[in-house]
């Protein structure tokens, strides 16, 4: 088996946002939470734009066709060190267990891609304007998708109990904010969404 040392990611585009800060960022090889500004950043209804370069413009054809899409873009303020982490607090709470990078959504990675499904507003050009995108100003975008529910959204999910301990601390952090509760992406009750079950068997 050939495996291939490298590989050259080529970014196809760039985020413009009013949102400049990270919320969630290495520090002392863990992560850290900034409360503050996922708060004042608010949450889903961030409104950004994805500006491609003109030479992808062809390969939008047709994107504006899909209510939503699939997002993959570079954190770019990893930095290189940090790439070697293994292990982190989920969110960079220090009452959660430990956990490996690749049983979180952390943004610091060995290779600092991530990914986000957001809600297609509008095409302009080689401009797509979109709402809950969590990247901030300035970031790479590498590729977009068009969100398939078929293929994106199985049934009869199992999460980790600790992820729902995560995000009952996350509600509770937030909770008595100012975040309107519509725009605070940790208010909903995720054990009642579709895609998941609380009987869940491996087969």
């Not at 504006?64 to 070697?84: G, L, M, Q, Y």
């Given at each position: 088996?050939i ?10 585009g ?77 969110v ?5 267990p ?8 952390s ?18 050009g ?10 901030i100003?300035?970031?790479p ?16 999910v ?11 601390e ?19 009750d995720?054990?009642s969404?579709?895609c ?8």
């Amino acid at each position: 088996m050939i495996i291939m040392s490298e590989f050259i990611i080529k970014p196809i585009g760039i985020v413009k946002s009013r949102v400049n800060e990270e919320v969630l960022k290495y520090s002392n090889e863990d992560l850290k939470l900034d409360i503050d500004s996922t708060i004042n950043q608010g949450g889903d209804l961030i409104r950004s734009e994805i500006i491609l370069k003109e030479e992808y413009s062809d390969c939008l054809e047709g994107i504006d066709d899909f209510s939503h899409i699939i997002i993959f873009f570079w954190t770019h303020k990893v930095p290189e060190n940090a790439r070697n982490l293994k292990k982190v607090h989920p969110v960079g709470l220090k009452k959660m267990p430990i956990k490996g990078i690749f049983a979180t959504r952390s943004p610091v990675r060995p290779n600092p891609i991530c990914k986000t499904t957001v809600k297609l507003v509008e095409k302009k050009g080689t401009t797509l304007i979109v709402e809950g995108l969590d990247a901030i100003d300035g970031t790479p975008v590498v590729d977009i998708k068009p969100h398939l529910p078929f293929y994106d959204s199985p049934i009869n999910v199992k999460l980790a109990d600790w992820m729902y301990s995560l995000m009952e601390e996350l509600k509770k952090l937030t909770g008595n904010s100012e975040m309107k509760e519509k725009s605070n992406p940790y208010s909903i009750d995720i054990r009642s969404h579709p895609c998941l079950t609380l009987n869940y068997k491996k087969n």
